[in-house]
Structures are given as C-alpha cells and as structure tokens.
C-alpha cells in the first residue's frame, strides 16, 4: 500500500480463540442443556435426584455396609443387612444341584467344552471352520449328557435326579438351542416348500409350538408323553423336557428364519440355479449362510428367551437353580426369610448372562451390517 | 432344453425318478406314510397306556362333582359344582389377570419407551435402565420377587396400611371399597352411554370441522367435560347411583368390600413390569424407526413439540408397534400359566392342575386347555389385526 522504504512485513496474529461461552459447551452448559432445561425438566430432575438420595443409602446399607458376609449358619447373620452367608452356604446347590461333591469336575468340564465348542469359530483355523464346527455343535450335547451320566465312559453313574442348579439351566438351555436350530430351519423349509403336504404338516408344527403356553408343552411332556410311548418304556423326565425345549425352540426359531428368508433376493436363488446348483445345495450354501447373517439378533433373542424360560421347569419339579432357591428357602436351617437375597443373586446371575448375550446380539448385528447404507 | 442335443443313447427323456413332480409326490407319501404311522403308534399306545391304568375317556367327567376349592372366583362357585364350572371360573381369572396386564403392561410401556425421547438425561437413562433390568431376568423370579419377598414384607391385617380408610393393604391382600347400586344406577348407565355416543359424534364432527374449513375443536377438553358432566347430572336428577360398602377389620381380617388377592397382585405386577419393558422396547425401536425428517419438518411448519409427538411420530411409529404389540400380548397371556407357581387360581392351575390330578383324564383337560389359549390368541391377533389396518400405510394407489 504505502511505497514508504520503511515498509515492513506484518504478518497477520489472530488472537487466541476465546473458550465457549460455558452455557454453549463443558460440563455446565451439558448440565443446562440435559437436567435444566426448563422449569419442569428441572422439576423432574430434582424430583428424581431426590428420590435417589432418600432410597440409595439405606439399600447400600442392607446391600454392604451392614449385610454379613463371613459364616456358614443362619446365627452369623446377627446384623440388620442383607444375609449373604445365606448364598454362601448354598453356592453350590445353587450351581451344581446335588450332584456328588466328588463328581462335580465333570459339570465344570462340560460347561468348558460348551465354552470352547461356542467359541470355536474363532479359534478353529480356517480351512476347518464351516464344517467341524456344525459338527462339533451338534455332538456336544450328547457329549455332555455322556460326560455327566457316566455310564459310558465308565464313570460312576450319576442319576438325573442330582442333576440341577444353574449348571443344568445353562446346559438344558445351550443343548435345546443347538438341536432347536437345525430343527427349526427344517420346518421353515417345509414352511416354504411347494409340496402342500410338507407345508401343511410344517405350519401346524410351528404354529403349535409357538401358539402353546411353554407351561403346557412341559405338562404335556410330563403327563401326556408318556401314554405315548409302549407301556414300560420309562423315558428319563430330563430327556422329554430336551425333547419339548428343543421342539419349542425349532418353533420360534423356524418362525425368526422366515424373516430371514423374506430378506433375502430372488437373484440370489436365480444365480445359484445358472450356476447349476441343486436344492440343497443352494438351500445349505447360498441360502442358508445368508438367513442365518440376516437372523442373527432374533436368534439371539429367542436363545435368551429361551434360557429365561428352563426357570419354568421349576414348576414340573425338576431342580433348576430358582428351584434349589426355593428349597432352600423353606430349608428348616434357614427359616430367617431370606428370599430377597436369593431372588436378588439369582436375578443378578441371570441378568449378566442374558444382557451380556444381548450385548453380543447387538454386536454381531453391528459387526455383519455390511450394508453401507448409513 | 429340447435344443441341447443330446450325447447318443439317451434320446429318450429323463428317466421318471429324476422328474421333479413325480419326486415331489414321492417325497411327500413317504412323509405322510411315515407321519401317518407315528400317528398310529401314539394313538395305539395312548390307547393301551389308558386302558392298562384304568384312566376313562370322554367328557363326561366335566358334569361331575368337582369337590375342591378354589381360592377365587369371579362367578359363585362352591366344592359341590362340576367340573365344567371349575373350568369356567379358571378361564375367568385367567382372562381377568390378562386383562389387567395388557391394560398396564401397555401404559407402563408407552410411558418408558416415550420416555427413552425425553430431553432430561436422567428419565432416558432411568427408561433404558428399566427395560435392561427387567427384560433380562426371568419372569418367575420376578413373580417370586413380587410374592415371596415383597408382598410378603407387608404388615399384617392389624397394621394394615390405609388410604383415607377406604383402601387398605397388608399381607392378605388389597382392600378396596365395593360399588353397591342404588336407585340412581340406572339413570347413571344411561348418561354414561349417551355421553360416549355424544363423544364418538364429536370426534366425528370436529374431524370434519378440520377437514372442510381446517378449524380445530378442543375435542379432548370437550370430551372430557362431557365424561363427567351427563353422569354427574343424572346422579344429581336420579340420586346416588352407587353407595360404597367399604372394608372392615373383624377379628384377624377384613370384611366387605373387594379383595384382591396377594396372588393376583403379584401376578399382574410382575406380568406388567416385565412385558411392559418389552412394550418399551417396541416402542423406542418404532419411534426410531420414523426418520428424523418428519420431526424436522413438523418442527418447520411450527407444531408444537407436543403436538409433533402426538400427530407426526406416534402414528407413524405405529405401524412398526403394533404388531410388536400382537405378539407381546400374546405371550402376556401364554405367561400367566406362570400363577400355578404361586396358586392363583387362574385356568391352567385349576383346570390343568387340579382338575387333571383328580380325574386323570389328560388328554380332554390339555385339549381344552389348549383350545382356550389358542382361542384367546386369535382374538387378540384378530384385534390387533384389524387395528393394525387402521394405523397402517395407505399407500398410494
């Protein structure tokens, strides 16, 4: 501008940008923003605040602070607390049932096949993935049921009515889903068959196992299954509640596959027939990869559902872990009233378990979202 | 097919096992023969098995003297009715219990599942918070929780608590006061009919109104006044129409009144707590289903955020609630079989328990038993079906 000799380069400063006002960003605008805003958002905040603060302390005092913890009778629990002795006593009745104290490696070794057989696709390598690992699901609960009976393998034998607590809610549930599953995706291949006999037959069987109440698909397997085997025959009670947890499981499992199968494109059957591919071949290969990825959630879910629900078989007499809860609530040792304890851990136990595959349903869906849309 | 030639010795066509159709037939006699003869096998065993333990067929069982009690019933029933009876006052309870739970399960619902939308952080956190805790743990436990640990902590009959003397609640139960018709009650009925009818005509007037000159009539206030003024003024003409006969302490219990049982209670709390997290459920995953751009441009025709929800997302949100809701009711009703855990009397501890244990006649208690369940589930899909077409998306044509 100026042809002034003293002319000298200025570069340009700008200032140091000022911070946020503190209503626009940081803790106390957040603050306005999600507790604040508004006279009856603030209302509801406080309300609620208060709330917390009248209820929380005195539940953490009977939770920890003054709950016992150390002891094996009912007299070491002389605070005003929670009883925890009460679970500590009972822990393992509440895991393993009655089975023999001696045996009880066998339990802990099945559940460990069950977490290797579940994790096997990502430690299989490659090349063996697809089909060991459909094999190995499939055999592992006639497995476990040869590991824990014994007689087979020439162990001692441990009858099925020592059989219980949550180890048997996790093994009944795990062994139903994995038969449950091939079983299900049969009947809604017969669901959409072109054969009116093999549809008719599949839609009675899905729409009657999901229509029933799970309670009467046990009592049936208690009372009326039974008269349906030759007289003599005496089929073990844990054997016909597999068989109705399985078929149960096949029906809403059948019914998730069909949403699945809605999903997928007519291209995909056009394409695979060009190519030559025979019905189950595509069905098993190009079909059947996809569903499942589609379904995938609803499976988990109904996995969950279905986990919750082997609770149920409490009330057919069979020694699952509210069961065991319950006989040990009427235990003449330990007559203090302790149901909110054991309701508690064992509402606690269930929930890590079911939120925890919930967590692992949404991050599968997460994961196999290979759509691109958003 | 005809234009690939085909390699020498083969002119003829494809052998008859390779044709599609006669392998379909196949496939299918062998499945029907197969099937056909489990059928036969379970039939002859069942036959057999019942013989060889002396268990008659039949329904006449269902004119005979049942002989027990039941706990409670909506219709009179004493130990000398028949069977058929217990039968019909199980099926009442088990409908009443279901009744109760869709009518809360669904508001316990749509409050949390709104809720998870609220602006205050604290309420979406507490609505996520709910439907995690309660979806996860098993519903019997959850009924144990209500009956063994909560229900049972309540004082007893003596230390009742009460609401102004005309509620009370302790470990038998809770206590309401029963409506007694008076002379009025007729009158009252008749105002109460003809102020839905004029409600219903309302609604169609102002939906009008709106649709020819766009005016909007303060239909909800309108109603609502209508609601309370005819009743109020025929009970002024006509008298009272109810007295209420209220609850008494005698001896170690109460007296008069209605009594809701400690089963029930439990039940349908436990009934409404866990099905409604699932409502909540589906109606988050609806409401997140209606893409943000309607909340923008409702916003940008200047609706009220309170009218945006009602008018703009919920109807849309609809379309992907109900038929969540279908099946949520549904399985509301299968799950309260759940009461023979804790002996409320509703059908199937009746009539499945019971009523089996003391005829033995298992298979015409499970068929009816049955038939109930699927009976009341198609009423509820019919419904909900129908309502479904309602809030569905009418496409253009």
């Known amino acids: 501008m100026s042809s002034s000799s003293h002319h000298t380069t200025r570069v340009f400063e700008p200032k140091p940008s000022q911070p946020a006002p503190v209503t626009a960003a940081g803790p106390i605008a957040w603050l306005r923003n999600n507790l604040f805003a508004g006279p009856l958002n603030s209302i509801t905040t406080l309300v609620i605040v208060a709330f917390f603060l009248w209820a929380i302390p005195p539940l953490l005092d009977w939770l920890l602070w003054s709950a016992d913890f150390s002891g094996t009778t009912q007299q070491d629990c002389t605070s005003s607390g929670a009883c925890w002795v009460f679970i500590q006593a009972w822990s393992q009745q509440l895991f393993y049932g009655s089975f023999p104290d001696t045996e009880i490696w066998r339990i802990n070794l099945t559940l460990v096949l069950l977490a290797l057989v579940l994790s096997s696709p990502y430690w299989l390598p490659h090349h063996l993935r697809n089909r060991l690992d459909l094999a190995l699901l499939v055999i592992f609960p006639f497995v476990a049921i040869a590991i824990l009976d014994g007689r087979i393998l020439g162990l001692e034998y441990v009858s099925t009515d020592f059989w219980g607590g949550f180890s048997l809610n996790l093994l009944l549930a795990s062994a139903s889903i994995i038969l449950g599953m091939p079983l299900g995706f049969l009947w809604a291949l017969g669901r959409r068959s072109n054969m009116p006999m093999a549809r008719s037959i599949s839609v009675i069987l899905i729409e009657f196992f999901r229509g029933v109440p799970v309670l009467a698909l046990f009592f049936m397997g208690s009372v009326m299954l039974p008269l349906f085997f030759p007289e003599g025959t005496n089929v073990d009670k844990l054997l016909r509640v597999w068989i109705v947890l399985t078929l149960f499981m096949a029906g809403y499992m059948a019914e998730v596959y069909r949403g699945g199968f809605q999903a997928i494109p007519n291209g995909q059957y056009e394409a695979s027939a060009a190519l030559g591919l025979s019905y189950w071949q595509t069905t098993l290969l190009v079909i059947l990869p996809q569903v499942i990825k589609v379904s995938m959630p609803n499976i988990l879910a109904t996995s969950i559902m279905l986990f919750k629900n082997t609770t149920f078989l409490l009330i057919i007499g069979i020694f699952e872990v509210l069961s065991t809860a319950q006989t040990a609530l009427t235990n003449s040792n330990w007559l203090g009233g302790y149901a909110t304890e054991a309701y508690l851990f064992v509402g606690v136990v269930y929930w890590i378990c079911c939120f925890g595959m919930s967590r692992v349903a949404a991050n599968i869906e997460k994961k196999l979202d290979t759509s691109h849309q958003s | ?397």
């Not at chain 2, 009715?81 to 739970?101: C, E, K, M, P, Q």
């Not at chain 2, 709104?114 to 205050?120: G, I, L």
């Not at chain 2, 309420?123 to 805790?133: D, K, P």
């Open chain 2, 1 to 397: 097919m005809s234009a690939v030639k085909r390699p020498e010795g083969s002119k003829s066509a494809p052998a008859f096992y390779n044709n599609p159709n006669v392998r379909a037939v196949f496939y299918q006699l062998l499945l029907v023969a197969t099937l056909g003869y489990l059928v036969f096998l379970i039939i002859a065993n069942t036959l057999a098995n019942m013989e060889a333990r002396g268990i008659k067929t039949g329904f006449d069982f269902l004119t005979t003297t049942a002989g027990f009690d039941i706990l409670m019933s909506l219709i009179p029933y004493d130990a000398t009715d028949t069977y058929l009876r217990t039968f019909f006052v199980g099926l009442l309870n088990t409908i009443l219990v279901s009744a109760v739970g869709i009518v809360l399960a669904t508001m316990v619902g749509f409050i949390m599942g709104v809720a998870h939308f609220s602006k205050n952080w604290l309420v979406t956190r507490l609505a996520v918070a709910y439907v995690e805790t309660f979806r996860n743990i098993p519903l019997l436990l959850q009924i144990f929780f209500w009956y063994f640990a909560v229900l049972a902590a309540l004082p007893s009959a003596r230390n009742s608590m009460s609401l102004g003397e005309a509620v009370f609640l302790n470990v038998r139960g809770l206590y309401l006061p029963a409506p007694v018709e008076e002379a009025g009650a007729t009158v009252f009925y008749i105002a109460v009919a003809v102020a839905i009818a004029a409600i219903i005509w309302l609604h169609r007037y102002a939906k009008k109104r709106q649709d020819d000159e766009g005016v909007q009539l303060p239909v909800w206030r309108l109603s609502l006044g209508i609601l309370i003024a005819l009743p109020a003024l025929a009970s002024v003409i006509g008298g009272a129409p109810f007295s209420f006969e209220y609850p008494e302490l005698r001896g170690f219990n109460f007296r008069g009144g209605i009594t809701v049982i400690p089963e029930l209670m439990a039940l349908a709390l436990a009934l409404t707590v866990y099905t409604g997290a699932f409502i909540a459920e589906a109606v988050r995953a609806g409401i997140q289903a209606v893409p943000h751009g309607q909340t923008e441009a409702a916003r940008s025709i200047g609706l009220k955020e309170s009218k945006i929800m009602k008018l703009i997302i919920v109807p849309q949100a609809m379309r992907v609630i109900v038929p969540l809701l279908n099946s949520e009711y549904q399985s509301l009703v299968k799950n309260s079989t759940l009461a023979t855990a804790i002996g409320y009397p509703d059908l199937f501890t009746v009539f499945v328990g019971t009523s089996l244990n003391q005829t033995g006649q298992a298979i015409e208690i499970v068929f009816m038993t049955l038939a109930v369940y699927f009976a009341v589930n198609m009423t509820i899909s019919l419904c909900m079906n129908l309502f479904n077409r309602r809030v569905s998306l009418v496409e253009r044509k």
